[in-house]
């Protein structure tokens, strides 16, 4: 079946430094969409992305899906301890009904 | 909008005893999942309803696991009989075809102890 992977499982980082997370699926997607959980929290959308190349910028995040649809990433520049959470990747393969999520990259920030 | 309800949010039961978690998803919304997160496995799907429809329950880890959906607005997730590898949070997400984006609207989880 479809599987989506996601690395790194765990990143932990200096407040200020970069952080990027990439999710790779085994089939096409049709779309990828991330989301955002807070320790203690429930998932929460951030941004889907369609098309091939597609970049979507939200502030300091960069979200990207690869040429062949088969791969996604996200970036954060300058990360603050308002990020700190586990960010999952959810690919949805064409003609499917549900979307498959990642293992999740879990971000701490030390202040 | 309310966004997706679920209850009860905490549950501490004993092992062999029944327990049974709701969910109200978004007014509107035509799809309606059910996950189970833990440290060990992440977050798992159970089952995913269309339309009050189960569509695809493979991730329902055994037979003690049922789902059901008698409306658009209820769903319920019941474990009989529970055990303590059952511990975990379950959350209940709604989404709508309807929508651009599809995106999941998640509730904020039940979490269950079987002790």
């Known amino acids: 079946g479809q599987q989506v992977m996601q690395i790194p499982q765990y990143q932990h980082v200096q407040e200020g430094e970069d952080f990027t997370t990439y999710c790779n699926s085994s089939t096409t997607l049709s779309n990828i969409q991330w989301y955002k959980q807070r320790p203690g929290g429930h998932p929460v959308f951030l941004i889907q992305?369609?098309?091939?190349?597609e970049v979507k910028k939200q502030k300091r995040l960069t979200f990207q899906f690869g040429e062949a649809k088969k791969n996604s990433s996200l970036h954060i520049t300058a990360t603050q301890t308002t990020d700190v959470g586990t960010y999952f990747c959810a690919g949805l393969r064409t003609n499917a009904g549900k979307s498959t999520f990642g293992d999740g990259t879990t971000l701490t920030v030390k202040p | 909008d309310a966004g997706v309800i679920q209850s009860p949010r905490h549950e501490v039961t004993e092992m062999g005893q029944e327990v049974t978690l709701r969910c109200k998803p978004i007014?509107?919304?035509?799809?309606l999942f059910w996950y189970r997160q833990t440290m060990m496995r992440g977050l798992e799907l159970l089952i995913y309803?269309?339309?009050?429809?189960?569509?695809?329950d493979s991730g329902m880890p055994e037979d003690r696991f049922s789902a059901k959906m008698p409306n658009a607005s209820f769903s319920t997730l019941k474990i009989q009989p529970s055990e303590p590898r059952d511990s975990a949070v379950y959350f209940c997400a709604s989404s709508s075809t309807g929508t651009g984006d599809n995106e999941q609207f998640f509730g904020p989880g039940t979490r269950l102890t079987v002790l």
């Open positions: 992305l369609v098309k091939s190349g």
């Open positions: 007014s509107g919304h035509d799809y």
């Open positions: 309803f269309n339309n009050n429809v189960p569509i695809d």
